[in-house]
């Protein structure tokens, strides 16, 4: 079964960047979209960013557009999320998944994910 990885959260400063990484294990998932998701503290989990499986349709939520730029590389099983401009209520844990607007039921079971704060 595949397992999905998060990596690359930390501590910025307002204005700073990040990289955050996707990785599969145990399987791949070159055949999905694949989605970014964030929650925040007392929030449910929202949608940020997804992909599709050619890297060649891409979306984002307002909230984070012209700030976040996702990206893909099939051929390492990863998926990536470059956030720029960051703001504090960009604080949250990130988590992968596919994207659940192109599938029935999201396929992955969700990973821990990893933490982004994001001081003023």
């Known amino acids: 079964q595949v397992q999905l990885v998060e990596s690359g959260g930390g501590l910025v400063q307002a204005g700073g960047s990040l990289r955050l990484s996707c990785a599969a294990s145990?399987?791949?998932?070159?055949?999905?979209?694949m989605a970014w998701f964030r929650q925040a503290p007392g929030k449910e989990r929202e949608f940020v960013a997804a992909?599709?499986?050619?890297?060649?349709?891409?979306y984002y939520a307002d909230s984070v557009k012209g700030r976040f730029t996702i990206s893909r590389n099939n051929a390492k099983n990863t998926m990536y999320l470059k956030m720029d401009s960051l703001k504090p209520e960009d604080t949250a844990v990130y988590y992968c998944n596919a994207d659940p607007a192109d599938v029935a039921d999201i396929p992955f079971p969700w990973g821990q994910g990893t933490q982004v704060t994001v001081s003023s």
């Open positions: 145990g399987g791949t998932f070159d055949n999905y979209a």
């Open positions: 992909i599709s499986w050619r890297g060649d349709t891409i």
